[in-house]
């Protein structure tokens, strides 16, 4: 277990069997092609069909931008994540794909978003337009003076500010006989005037200067307004009413091609997405005039049945296998048992190990375990999740392996918190306690624990098991030194430590009366020991007494780091308590809000579920961070580097639907 075991397959076969050799090696869903950075192009026939698939995938990808919206998929997202999807074959896909035209399809749905985003531009025009002529309601003549005109006369509306309005009358007073003012009967605002002016053509130039000298900014009046204020807006409302009316309608047929051309979309958006990941694998292969050569990674455990698969292709098919040299750089597989396995994600979502190097899996499983039930740490919460995950296994059958392992892992997790919650009393918080006393002698029974009589006793709990914790991961740190030859490393900078601070732990509980007193001497001596190791071993490449010396004692201050490393894990007695606290407030809003006449004993109700879920629902999200933070920062900090790669095998694209080549038909 830990790191699976990968051959390194070298595949000849003859360029006629091409495709039906990458469907073989895609449908295994277990190769991992091995690429080269440094190749200049592929082949100008792949290059081809990627370019097509890329295409396609592009049209795809714009109907289903354009698209997704207007459609009421059957089938919830939610679902299709827990693998609610409809089973096809390739060969079902390929037929699908030869008889649909994607790019006509696009086409049209381009088209009707193109009516649509002219119609919204008219619009607007529109509603500027109304709200123009709405400002214009106290100018009795018709529109048509202002935006052509008469033979004498020639007119400009507009706002003039407040501050200005005066040096704008002066001004026109010039021109009175000449000019004639319309003004608001109502109150001017505080920032500006709206004002039409009338005019001789002759003084056009002149009062046109004289009212933009001062403070007048003239509105741009469409040519086509031209009748009264009251016309004008009834026109533009009829017409406004209209451009709606058609982009409802346009709306409409985009609604039906979203539910014509959906379906199909999202089927044809994993096969396409399939194609262009076969075609990118294809390009990797080397080739001579009909023989191509194609490398990649095959766990170990499966390698005989892609051979099998391979031969079935054609007989003139051979496939060399080989353990990794060692300037290969092979990706890292996870390969752990059922317990352990759900436990991948985090150990992924740190770093993969390198190939051939330690998986701390095994190590993080039981301590993530149980620092989750110490921090959820409420029976009560653990059994409603519980109930959703086997609703969850219950109603979805076909949960793809990725999205099981992450619920089992919360189902494990929520096993840990039961437990903790029984030993610690915490049922919804203190809900026996308050609404449930005949239960309380049950619960007492079974309680080892309790954060909230005796929280001392939970934070010693929690600082030893930071000391197990740590000291593990030094002993998994001198195992790894070992393995590799490292002996001198395993024993400074591992064994002294663990023997330093676990020496330090036994003599200081043994003095504090919690172990007996026969322990003073050998934790004294354990830390003695691991003190002058880690003394000598630090300054051991340094020269001259002083150097050794002094880094011998910057080598032993380093033990404050260790202390704060501890102290980190009182978060599980922190978090544990804020959940227990939270719990008891809401039993007590619910038990108060019981006491309202008539509605009392509904609202109760609804305070108590609804504070539950909340509860549950943060509190899980801490327990799942903290924990992960005490593993991460604190135990890898320990032995684990990662920087290996995770294992990426060519397989389908299965988004939308499940790809299985044994199905026959559609759907």
Known sequence: MGVAKLKKAELYYHKSVREEIAAVLQDSGVCQVIGDPERAARPAEIEARLSESE???SDVRYLMRTLSGRYRDPIPSMDRLLGERPIVSMAHLDKLARETDLAEAAAAVRQKEHEINELKLEATQINANQALISSLSF????LSVLTEGTRTVRGVAGTVKAEQFGAFKSALAEFARDTEVFLPGGAATAREVQAVVLFSRDLGTKVLEACTRNGMSIFDIPASIVG?????????????????????DISDELDALAEKWMPVVQKLSDYW?????RYRAQGESDETGRTLRTLFWVPERDAAQVQKGLEAVSPNVALFLSDPSEVDEPPALLENGRFVRPFNILTTLYSPPLYGGTDPTPCLAPFFFIFFGMCLGDAGYALVMLGVIGWLFKKYRRIPSSVKDFVTLFAFCAVSTFVYGVISGSFFGNFIDSFLPFLVPLKNSLMLVDPMTNPMQVLGISLLLGV????????????DNVRSGQYIDAVGDNIAWFLFITGLCVFGTAAGGLLPESFVLPGKAMAIVGAIVIFLYAGRGKKGILSKALSGFLALYGSTSYLGDILSYSRLLALGFGSAVIGMIINLLGGMSAEIPYVGWLVAIVVIAGGHVFSILINILGAF????????????????SGGGTSYEPLTHSQEYVEIDNRCASGA
């Open 55 to 57: 295409e396609r995938l």
């Open 139 to 142: 100018f009795p003549l018709p």
């Open 468 to 479: 197990v914790h740590l000291m593990f991961g030094l002993l998994i740190a001198a195992y």
């Open 273 to 277: 997405n399939s194609l262009a990941g």
């Open 228 to 248: 009264s204020v009251q016309e004008e807006t009834t026109a533009l409302a009829a017409k406004l009413a209209e451009v709606e009316s058609r982009e409802d």
């Open 625 to 640: 961070v903290h924990p992960l933070r005490l593993q991460y920062v604190e135990f890898f900090g320990k032995f684990y």
